[in-house]
């Protein structure tokens, strides 16, 4: 890495980032040499060795909820966490110029490979760990935002709802776009299938495992490749900004979907992944019919229409269109995959 004294990129306000290292350098009692900036990370050259510095979007009472989490998981001896340093006071954030900020140690490492099937087995079998030490924490107080037990129905027929409103717009334009005939193209198989996984987990024994503690986690809640570190001494996830308190099983899926659509389905990779996971947290039939109810739900579906059609990010048609096509390839293995995941265990 190259560091530098100089205050430039993002930091448009050169005098508001050198008052910044110095208020790190006052809270921290570390002296900042040089920095470079890694994504929404400044790295930091300091008087202790390499820092990280994030600037945070969540609120106060977010950003509690996480740091606290994060601390009492690490004192489960759980190794799969970063926790944020504290300063001099024993304060873990701090706030500067209307936003918070915190500092941890710079892990050095390589992102997880998810079509490494070593990579995909350890990441399961560390969650695990993650889940299974997170049962011993108390959570309090969380906000409402970050906790999802006994929600999942809701939040399935509010996405239902948001589908249709998504196709609704897509066929009142006058002149639709390549992107709008390719989701109508596909509203029914996918709608449908949402209807499917809702009776799926009405079906199933959803609302007696959330009174279950045992399944009951800290869940990370976005498992993509670069917020987990695979380092000499075993596997960091990182950036828990979207972290919240559901059953474990929510993760579970997130990282089973995100293997399965990379190796079109392969049956024995989830099966694999599964093996590595219940080898820590044990799951019995209840848990395997609700997770086949969420793995069910088209997800992928609902967040690119959201993207487009709600968030409306600004990314090129050609983008969207090869982001939906890469997401949403191969849906009849999709669907062998989810009756076979179903005779199998649920």
């Known amino acids: 890495m190259q560091f530098s004294l100089e205050i430039q ?18 809270r921290y009692d570390l002296e900042v040499k040089g920095f470079v900036q890694d994504g929404p990370i400044y790295v930091l050259q300091t008087s202790a060795g390499l820092k990280a510095l994030k600037k945070s979007a969540l609120t106060q009472i977010e950003l509690d909820y996480v740091i606290h989490s994060l601390a009492d998981i690490d004192k489960q001896g759980c190794t799969a966490v970063v926790v944020p340093l504290a300063a001099r006071d024993g304060s873990r954030y701090f706030r500067f110029d209307d936003c918070f900020y915190f500092l941890m140690d710079w892990i050095k490492g390589r992102h997880c490979d998810y079509f490494n099937e070593k990579d995909a087995v350890a990441v399961a079998e560390t969650l695990g760990r993650l889940h299974d030490a997170s049962q011993n924490i108390k959570f309090d107080p969380v906000p409402d935002t970050r906790w999802l037990l006994g929600f999942w129905p809701l939040h399935f027929a509010r996405r239902l709802d ?32 949402g209807v499917e996984a809702l009776e799926k987990l009405a079906d199933s024994n959803y609302f007696e495992l959330c009174q279950d503690l045992s399944l009951r986690a800290f869940c990370h809640r976005d498992l993509a490749y670069h917020n987990i570190l695979m380092d000499g001494s075993g596997i960091k996830f990182l950036d828990f900004d979207y972290s919240l308190v559901d059953l474990g099983l929510h993760d579970l899926a997130d990282l089973l979907l995100r293997n399965l659509m990379l190796l079109n389905w392969n049956w024995e990779r989830a099966r694999r992944i599964l ?8 799951l019995d039939y209840r848990a395997f019919s609700v997770l086949a109810a969420f793995l069910h739900f088209p997800h992928e579906y609902w967040q690119i229409g959201l ?12 983008y969207f269109l090869a982001r939906y096509r890469r997401k949403l390839k191969s849906p009849e293995l999709r669907q062998r995959f989810l009756n076979t995941f179903t005779k199998a265990f649920a």
């Open 162 to 193: 948001q589908i249709k409103a998504f196709a609704r717009e897509a066929r009142q334009k006058t002149v639709p776009s390549s992107f709008d005939r390719l989701y109508l193209r596909d509203f029914s198989r996918y709608y449908r299938q």
């Open 9 to 26: 990129g993002k930091w448009q306000d050169p005098e508001a980032a050198a008052e910044l290292l110095r208020e790190v350098e006052s």
């Open 275 to 282: 093996a590595a996971y219940t080898s820590v947290v044990s």
């Open 307 to 318: 993207q487009y059609y709600y968030e409306r990010q600004r990314w090129s048609e050609e």
